[in-house]
């Protein structure tokens, strides 16, 4: 097994405060959202991850033919327990014709995949090493584990938490999920089996959601005597509605996939032994655009439902601004020209 460190450098944004005008506002927010510039990777930064490179997963766990490594997120943080040394999260960078798609895989058996801190820890890691790789196009977020996606919080570790050590480990639950919604790249939730709670917030954190037939997905934590705290009452309503939303909040019912896709919170529901292989259908069809252009129309379209039409057709103009040097604009018409399938370099 082969172990490589990488340090992440602290990130120089411009900041909305920093704009003078809304041109200045505009522009700050496309080159933040763009991707366009390069992320430094330093030593010494206050990041770190350690990867390991290991065969160990086989192609037959993900359901296809193909040889390839797994990127492994190592969690050895001090104070934290880790079970029985077992990782809980692994990135697997694919390749073939599913090349430039990332697959992060949930896999605690135990505990059918509940939040616990070393889960979080490596999901945040592993959404660190994706963010950082310019050659991933689309990301797959999915379980490992026979019939469950997620089943949430682990509340026999909450039970051993302080009232404030609840709160802060909650917040870490809600600014991870955000950060996997903030990804610059497509994001596609494989949903197999059961996902409660945090498991259905995290995948509604995702931009896209796939559901097998006999998935179910609900929102129980009322009848706990607490609320979906990590994204749940903010991003549901904004994908059902509001009154659907608060139903499915104040009853925890479970709801199937083909409720599911009828309420929008699922956009594809397939058999329960085909939704991966209709993941990997879908990521096959994004990882075609070119990845700057599908890094830019993602950003337009979040940012632009947290504002008006008009400045949302601002901030469009800008980000379709910032593709018109780049090389694989230039490529893609080229290769249509010359009718063939484009090489897009990221460039």
């Known amino acids: 097994m082969q172990t490589v460190l990488l340090c992440r450098g602290a990130h120089t944004t411009a900041t909305w405060a920093a704009a003078a005008s809304l041109p200045a506002l505009l522009a700050a927010a496309a080159s933040r959202a763009s991707g366009l510039a390069p992320t430094a990777l330093t030593p010494g930064s206050d990041v770190h991850r350690r990867l390991s490179t290991s065969a160990s997963c086989s192609s037959q766990s993900y359901g296809h033919s193909r040889s390839t490594s797994t990127v492994s997120v190592n969690a050895g943080t001090v104070g934290d327990c880790v079970d029985s040394g077992q990782l809980h999260v692994t990135v697997e960078?694919?390749?073939?014709?599913?090349?430039?798609?990332?697959?992060?895989?949930?896999?605690?058996?135990?505990?059918?995949?509940?939040?616990?801190?070393?889960?979080?820890?490596?999901?945040?890691?592993?959404?660190?090493?994706?963010?950082?790789?310019?050659?991933?196009?689309?990301?797959?977020?999915?379980?490992?584990?026979?019939?469950?996606?997620?089943?949430?919080?682990?509340?026999?570790?909450?039970?051993?938490?302080?009232?404030?050590?609840?709160?802060?480990?909650?917040?870490?639950?809600?600014?991870?999920?955000?950060?996997?919604?903030?990804?610059?790249?497509?994001?596609?939730?494989?949903?197999?089996?059961?996902?409660?709670?945090?498991?259905?917030?995290?995948?509604?954190?995702?931009?896209?959601?796939?559901?097998?037939?006999?998935?179910?997905?609900?929102?129980?934590?009322?009848?706990?005597?607490?609320?979906?705290?990590?994204?749940?009452?903010?991003?549901?309503?904004?994908?059902?509605?509001?009154?659907?939303?608060?139903?499915?909040?104040?009853?925890?019912?479970?709801?199937?996939?083909?409720?599911?896709?009828?309420?929008?919170?699922?956009?594809?529901?397939?058999?329960?032994?085909?939704?991966?292989?209709?993941?990997l259908q879908l990521a096959e069809q994004i990882v075609r655009s070119a990845p700057l252009s599908l890094r830019q129309a993602k950003a337009a379209v979040n940012r632009g439902l947290d504002v008006d039409l008009h400045t949302g057709l601002a901030m469009e103009e800008a980000m379709y601004a910032q593709l018109l040097p780049t090389r694989d604009r230039l490529e893609g018409l080229k290769a249509f020209a010359e009718k063939r399938k484009p090489e897009y370099k990221g460039e």
């Open 93 to 279: 960078p694919l390749s073939g014709v599913h090349e430039s798609v990332s697959v992060i895989s949930l896999s605690r058996p135990a505990a059918r995949n509940a939040i616990g801190r070393q889960l979080l820890r490596e999901l945040a890691e592993a959404l660190d090493t994706v963010r950082q790789e310019r050659t991933t196009r689309c990301v797959l977020v999915r379980s490992v584990v026979p019939g469950v996606f997620c089943a949430g919080a682990d509340l026999k570790e909450r039970a051993t938490m302080s009232q404030s050590e609840a709160a802060e480990f909650v917040s870490r639950i809600r600014r991870t999920f955000t950060e996997l919604q903030d990804l610059p790249m497509p994001t596609v939730a494989v949903v197999e089996g059961l996902a409660l709670g945090g498991g259905a917030e995290l995948a509604l954190a995702c931009d896209i959601r796939i559901m097998g037939s006999g998935a179910l997905m609900a929102f129980p934590e009322a009848q706990l005597g607490i609320i979906p705290g990590a994204g749940g009452t903010q991003r549901l309503p904004r994908i059902v509605g509001a009154s659907r939303a608060k139903e499915l909040i104040f009853t925890g019912r479970r709801v199937a996939g083909s409720e599911a896709l009828d309420l929008q919170l699922a956009d594809h529901v397939v058999p329960d032994d085909q939704v991966y292989n209709r993941a």
